[in-house]
């Protein structure tokens, strides 16, 4: 059987254009939870936020390719993430 | 270091690697670290006067920063589509996937010059305030990252459509595609936090 046929290989091949629709999507999820008056200020700043989060790091992963990086890199990658998001959500709850 | 592991259907063994020239890594990092505190001295600044930051925040144009994200987001797909296209030996479709990538960064910056000239239209100059600095600073240094994307993403896609194999080796266009994504992940931070945070 081709590899090329096998689900894997069809999964594979339509990965990044899936992944742009996400991305699409939760930047125009991200625009209406700022806008929204429904939410608070806080509840919205965390919600914003773990969308920046998630949409970065699948850019940063898949995108960016980090996920086939050697794993020192991968957690220098990971871990620059982590902290400038976490900080931002520590001084947007603060404030 | 530069395998077309990500090659539809390719069954190559699978190695560990950064796409592109390491070196350029080193840099891509250096340059997260500078932004990381540039973010940093913004969330310690807005917090000390974060009734004034969120006044001014909410005079900015969140639509403009939205097109702007998709356009990036867009443009990013592309080089990933780049990569692949050259990958498995079509140079033609990687030459324009690339070359798409440099034209939705020139529509970007055409975005981002029509932004800043209704701002300065409205009276919010870099020394307006604090907040107004900082978004002139952070948005400034990011567009010029991005103008020189778009040189070298121009260049990668002549490059590729040239009919001699100008470019034998995938190396010169994951390095590009590299600093490209690198420029779209900053911006997937700048717009949350100067936009949208309230």
Known sequence: ?95 | MSEPHDAPGNALPHRRALPGDEGLWYFIFADLTLFALLFGSFCHRRALDTGAFEANRAQLYPLFATINTLLLLTSSYCMVMAVRARAIGNRRRAAAATAAAAALGVAFMISKVIEYAREIAAGHLPTSSDFFTYYYVITGIHLMHLAGGVVVLAVIAMKLAAPAAAVREPTLLESGASFWHMVDLLWLVIFPLLYLLR
């Open chain 1, 1 to 95: 059987m081709s590899s090329a046929r096998s689900p894997v290989a069809r999964a594979r091949q339509h990965a990044p254009t899936v992944l742009w629709l996400v991305l699409m999507a939760a930047t125009g999820v991200s625009l209406v939870s700022s806008e929204s008056d429904r939410l608070s200020a806080g509840s919205a700043s965390m919600l914003i936020m773990l969308l920046a989060y998630g949409k970065a790091r699948l850019l940063l992963l898949y995108f960016m390719r980090v996920c086939d990086a050697p794993a020192a890199w991968r957690v220098m990658f990971e871990a620059w993430l982590l902290a400038i998001t976490g900080m931002i959500v520590v001084y947007a709850l603060a404030g």
